[in-house]
């Protein structure tokens, strides 16, 4: 049968067909074996590493343990020496305080002994006074009986002088005060000069050294200052651009900033003219600007000027509260900052107001400091007392009165507002500090440079101080000298006596003090002498 099926079967179709399956098969179990003995010795593999993964991690901690043991013995060690340092200076301090305690004790003691000795004294003492009162007593009675019997014998004296001078008590004592009275005039006058010139010597001594510290610590700077700009130009032909097609550049920048330009034939340069310092800077940095950007028509300057007041603004702020920190004022109305920092561009005498406010709130301070004074009071006044003249173009009155008001306004307390009242005396100044403010304005402004005055004042203020002296009986001649800080009167000798000199120097004071504004001190000095001339021949 096997013969006859196995050929059959090689014969037919399906003998291509089986074989490959039994190929595939083979191939398949070959393949699953050899994966399997792979994968084994993969695993084999990854178990050796994990147990190498393993004792690794295991003697890292075994060195991470004995580190922290190793750490931890040694901060042990640290904080135990610590604690025996501490407790080393803890018996020390005690130590001390105990040897301390003992030397206090000792000392009780001393002066417990002094006083118990001090006590006994005193009772000897006390015994001592109560016989002497004892005796005084005494004393006391028989000078009343010696007193009674004076009285007596004066009496009787009396009554023989009188008939002597053959004049009553009365008339003697008439005649008696008359020549007293003459001669004490001689003498008061000797004693109120020299009592004044010794007051006066220690007074200026005095004075001096507080305005000199005043002054020597006080570091403001102060700069004469006039009431025009000068612009500087890049060219000559800037000037016609200024000017404009028919002056319509020059008529618009006018108008928005209230300032007259003065186009002269001056080189390269444009004056700017106003009363209003405010203005004048306004329109200053606004020529400036459009100078700078080149563009210069009418809606450039209203658009220019008006950004630039903005500017000027907070410019004008910050000028204020740097005023005050320098000045270590604080806690003034935002509105009086600002009115303070509009200073800045104000001047008097040519002296800028903002820094003579300053160096008046340091020199009031440093003065205050000196005499005992309340120094904010001082430092604060003097900062404020020329806050009108920021708008004594606007408002009506004197910077004086405009200056209280404001301060009034916003709340300034009363001495304050009397300081700023006083300080040119259009009020009588009432407390120290008032005083203060105005002697701190009077060293500012007079301080060397710090202020100018036009030559026709300077003339007036000499004619006036020679009309004044030589307004007063028994005066000659006078002169005003040293830039009238000082008035030199010579007197008529057979009128004005020598002792008569020193009341006129006071009327002549005291009239000036009455009729001008100065700043400062004007000496008078009078003068008298006789001269005898006689000619040899």
Not at 355 to 378: F, P, R, Y
Not at 403 to 411: N, P, S, T, V
Request: proline share 2%; glycine share 4%; aromatic share 4%.
């Amino acid at each position: 049968m096997f013969n006859y099926l196995v050929p059959n079967l090689f014969s037919n179709t399906a003998l291509y067909i089986v074989l490959p399956i039994i190929g595939l098969a083979v191939g398949a179990a070959a393949a699953l074996l050899l994966y399997m003995l792979v994968t084994k010795n993969k695993i084999g593999n990854v178990r050796k590493s994990a147990n190498k993964l393993v004792e690794d991690a295991v003697e890292e901690a075994k060195l991470k343990r004995k580190e922290v043991f190793r750490e931890t013995e040694s901060e042990i060690e640290k904080k135990k020496s610590e604690f025996e340092r501490q407790r080393a200076d803890f018996e020390r301090e005690m130590k001390d305080k105990r040897s301390e305690l003992q030397r206090s004790e000792q000392r009780v003691y001393s002066k417990e002994d002094l006083l118990n000795k001090k006590e006994e004294a005193l009772d000897k003492k006390i015994e001592g006074i109560e016989q002497t009162k004892a005796r005084l007593s005494e004393r006391e009675e028989e000078i009343k009986k010696i007193k009674a019997e004076a009285e007596a014998v004066h009496s009787q004296m009396i009554v023989e002088v009188e008939k002597a001078a053959a004049m009553t008590r009365e008339e003697a004592k008439a005649k008696l005060m008359e020549a007293i009275e003459e001669e004490a005039k001689i003498d008061a006058a000797k004693f109120v000069r020299e009592a004044e010139a010794t007051a006066k010597e220690e007074a200026d001594k005095k004075a001096r050294e507080i305005v000199a510290q005043a002054v020597q610590r006080c570091a403001v700077d102060h700069s004469s200052e006039i009431t025009v700009s000068v612009v500087s130009l890049p060219s000559e032909e800037m000037k016609g651009r200024i000017i404009g097609r028919e002056g319509r550049n020059i008529r618009a920048l006018e108008t928005a900033t209230g300032v007259d330009l003065i186009i002269d034939d001056t080189p390269e340069a444009v004056v700017l003219s106003a009363f209003d310092p405010i203005r004048r800077e306004i329109a200053r940095i606004t020529l400036e600007k459009l100078i700078s950007d080149g563009r210069i028509h009418p809606a450039r300057i209203e658009e220019m000027v008006e950004k630039t007041r903005k500017e000027l603004d907070v410019k004008v702020k910050e000028l204020g509260e740097s005023a005050m920190f320098d000045a270590g004022v604080f806690g003034l109305h935002a509105d009086l900052i600002k009115l303070l920092g509009r200073l800045q561009y104000r001047t008097s005498y040519g002296q800028n107001v903002l820094k003579h406010s300053l160096e008046v709130s340091h020199l009031a301070g440093l003065m205050a400091t000196e005499l005992g004074a309340d120094v904010n009071i001082c430092k604060r006044a003097g900062l404020l007392h020329d806050i009108g003249k920021a708008i004594d173009h606007e408002v009506e009155g004197t910077h004086v009165s405009i200056g209280a008001d404001l301060a009034k306004k916003y709340k300034e307390n009363k001495e304050i507002v009397h300081c700023i009242a006083a300080h040119h005396n259009d009020v009588d100044p009432e407390t120290v500090e008032a005083v203060i403010v105005q002697c701190a304005d009077a060293i500012s402004g007079a301080r060397p440079g710090a202020r100018r005055e036009s030559l026709d004042n300077y003339v007036k203020r000499l004619e006036k101080l020679e009309s004044i002296a030589n307004g007063f009986k028994g005066v000659e001649k006078s002169y005003a000298i040293q830039a009238g800080r000082e008035v030199r009167i010579l007197v008529k000798p057979e009128i004005i006596k020598d002792e008569a000199t020193l009341f006129l120097a006071k009327d002549i004071a005291a009239k000036i003090e009455q009729e001008m504004e100065y700043p400062g001190q004007i000496k008078v000095n009078v003068i008298r002498e006789t001269r005898s001339v006689e000619y040899a021949k």
